[in-house]
């Protein structure tokens, strides 16, 4: 907040609210395929999304019975680099794991 002086008095200026709002946040989620391995796809959940070992694995089981697991919960921008770093290491090891973002409700 910073005050000004109008014609002798003292004015308050307040910050709008919208500039105080959290920015909105996203799930990262994971795909299920035929194809990425489970060990593959822990080793991201690790790696990528800084899970340990037994947080990997529940996620991991959930792509694999429910077809998507929500590997983290983060803005849009962090999300985004998230999913395209998922994307380059499946590539690069021939995995076809997608992931994607949805707006966290």
Same mark, same amino acid.
């Given at each position: 907040? @910073?005050?000004?002086? *109008?014609?002798?008095?003292? /004015?308050?200026? *307040?910050?709008?609210? /919208?500039?105080?709002? /959290?920015?909105?946040? &996203?799930?990262?989620?994971?795909?299920?395929?035929? &194809?990425?391995?489970?060990?593959?796809?822990?080793?991201?959940?690790? @790696?990528?999304?800084?899970?340990?070992?037994?947080?990997? *694995?529940?996620?991991?089981?959930?792509?694999?019975?429910?077809?998507?697991?929500?590997?983290?919960? &983060? *803005?849009?921008?962090?999300? /985004?680099?998230?999913?395209?770093?998922?994307?380059?290491?499946?590539?690069?090891?021939?995995?076809?794991?997608?992931? @994607?973002?949805?707006?966290?409700?």
């Amino acid at each position: 907040m @910073s005050k000004n002086k *109008t014609r002798g008095q003292e /004015e308050t200026l *307040t910050r709008n609210q /919208e500039e105080l709002q /959290e920015p909105p946040l &996203y799930k990262v989620l994971l795909h299920n395929d035929d &194809y990425t391995t489970m060990d593959f796809v822990v080793m991201i959940l690790q @790696s990528v999304f800084g899970k340990d070992t037994a947080e990997a *694995t529940r996620i991991m089981l959930n792509v694999h019975h429910q077809g998507v697991g929500v590997a983290g919960i &983060y *803005t849009r921008e962090i999300g /985004e680099t998230k999913i395209a770093v998922v994307h380059q290491m499946a590539r690069k090891n021939q995995f076809p794991l997608k992931c @994607s973002l949805e707006k966290a409700g």
